[in-house]
């Protein structure tokens, strides 16, 4: 996107989802009983696949994680308090870091806090998430990167006993994230009898875009210089265009458990892949169909295609006849296929699934944020309201096409499906381009699914404290009966 191209979007923004309804069990999100889970996990041991990997979006700081805490540093809040009367509960207390337990006056609130962001303390409020130490076992301490590394031979196992990861990293934090990887990889593959093969990649800066100030003028340095800035987790979408593999799973780095809920993670995500799989057969037998019986093509996509995406994608296309309907049809079975996790609404922010229409009047399953959503449009914010499920970010994405050639992703990308952020750079206000997201418009123009998961199976870490919840405890995870 040129510099002039981003202007626009500032001056004019970005236009509003149109959107058609909430997606919701039996219209857009699929609930799978006992027998279609045991199929899609039939399908995943039968299907032929080019290579597994594990896409972790891990590039933040976890600056965000402690934000109430630094705001508590000098006259201790809530968080705080909370903090220090439960530090031993925590996986990163070191009693030489912290202290011993105090009856939590401000003073001691003051030491904690400091000891937990600053040097020489442990340093974590300019750390990555994923060196943070999440959760403690009786012979270990993981960090949010181990945890990954424990999943994945759990679920992402190629043939020949190999797990691939890749995760995309600040450039700053890469020798952390190496010497958090080197020590725990010799001991994992023993352990588990696995060869892991980790890649960690960078945000490309041409992916930057420009900031602007209130006013809509370019922001400038104090050299001159106009402010280029990281544009999201939508830039990531390069990063996934360089994966060889075909099935990928996507996972943020803050959502994992402690190990007791592993069993449950691992059977959903291997139902996803399987689904997944189900699905890109599908696509390939029709398209495949297409070629061998172009004098039957029109009948074929009357008849079966046209009816599967309308049932299955929530796809309805404009009204077309003969080569016309063909090529539509075409068009929309031979892209990349996503199938997303959804959970039940239980009021966390983020994005939710909805069925919208496109600029070419075909409607498509879609996760949108509610900085796309029109507030004041009644209709958009009663569909809003109304949405069931929320977007847990876990996907599983198959990235070739039906003749084994990768798929370009970028050339998948709804441009139109960014926003504006307000943010601020050395104390000065500014605005912020925010390239459409990864899992938003980066793969609007996907073949898309929604399957209903546990919401045991969705546990970030979005704050500190929320590794006090049970499914970062491990004690608390075994009296809760999870196995």
């Not at 999440?134 to 020949?160: C, I, K, S, W």
């Not at 404290?465 to 009296?479: C, F, G, I, T, V």
Request: with cysteine.
């Amino acid at each position: 996107m040129t510099e002039q191209e981003q202007m626009k979007y500032f001056r004019e923004g970005f236009p509003w989802m149109d959107i058609v309804a909430p997606a919701t069990p039996g219209r857009g999100i699929e609930v799978l009983d006992e027998k279609r889970k045991r199929e899609c996990l039939d399908a995943l041991g039968k299907a032929e696949v080019k290579g597994k990997v594990k896409f972790v979006p891990a590039s933040g700081a976890a600056s965000r994680m402690f934000k109430d805490i630094f705001v508590g540093l000098e006259s201790p809040n809530d968080a705080v308090r909370r903090l220090t009367g439960n530090i031993e509960s925590f996986a990163f207390y070191d009693e030489s870091v912290f202290g011993k337990p105090s009856a939590a006056s401000d003073a001691d609130c003051i030491r904690t806090a400091e000891a937990l962001l600053k040097e020489p303390g442990l340093g974590y409020g300019s750390k990555p998430k994923g060196v943070l130490k999440f959760h403690r076992y009786p012979d270990e301490v993981r960090t949010a990167l181990a945890e990954h590394l424990v999943e994945g031979q759990r679920y992402m196992r190629n043939d020949d006993g190999s797990v691939n990861l890749v995760f995309t990293i600040s450039p700053e934090h890469r020798e952390l994230f190496e010497d958090a990887l080197a020590e725990v990889l010799p001991v994992y593959e023993q352990r588990y009898g696995v060869k892991y093969n980790v890649k960690f990649t960078c945000q490309s800066k041409e992916t930057d875009t420009i900031a602007v100030t209130p006013d809509n003028e370019p922001f400038l340095c104090d050299d001159g210089s106009v402010l280029r800035r990281p544009a999201g987790h939508g830039a990531l979408i390069y990063n996934l265009n360089e994966v060889e593999q075909e099935l990928v799973s996507v996972k943020n780095i803050d959502n994992v458990a402690v190990e007791n809920y592993l069993p449950l993670t691992a059977e959903y995500k291997q139902v996803l892949m399987g689904r997944a799989l189900e699905l890109r057969d599908t696509i390939f037998g029709y398209l495949r169909r297409l070629d061998a019986g172009p004098d039957n093509a029109e009948a074929l996509c009357r008849e079966e295609i046209v009816p599967f995406l309308r049932d299955v994608l929530c796809v309805e296309l404009p009204e077309a006849d003969g080569a016309e309907l063909v090529t539509q049809v075409r068009g929309k079975l031979n892209r990349p296929v996503r199938v997303c996790g959804m959970v039940k609404n239980l009021g966390e922010s983020g994005g939710g699934p909805f069925i919208i229409r496109g600029r070419d009047g075909s409607t498509s399953l879609q996760i949108l944020e509610s900085v796309q959503i029109n507030p004041d449009d009644p209709a958009a914010v009663a569909a809003l309201k109304s949405a069931t499920h929320f977007n847990p970010v876990d996907l599983v994405c198959c990235l070739y096409d039906y003749s084994g050639k990768k798929f370009r992703l970028p050339d998948y990308v709804d441009s139109d499906a960014g926003f504006i952020s307000s943010k601020s750079y050395q104390g000065r206000p500014l605005r912020a381009l925010e390239l459409p997201g990864l899992w938003n418009g980066s793969m609007s123009d996907w073949n898309t699914l929604f399957v209903e998961v546990p919401v045991e199976t969705f546990n970030p870490v979005k704050v500190v404290l929320d590794l006090l919840r049970p499914a970062h405890q491990q004690l608390s995870a075994k009296n809760n009966g999870v196995e």
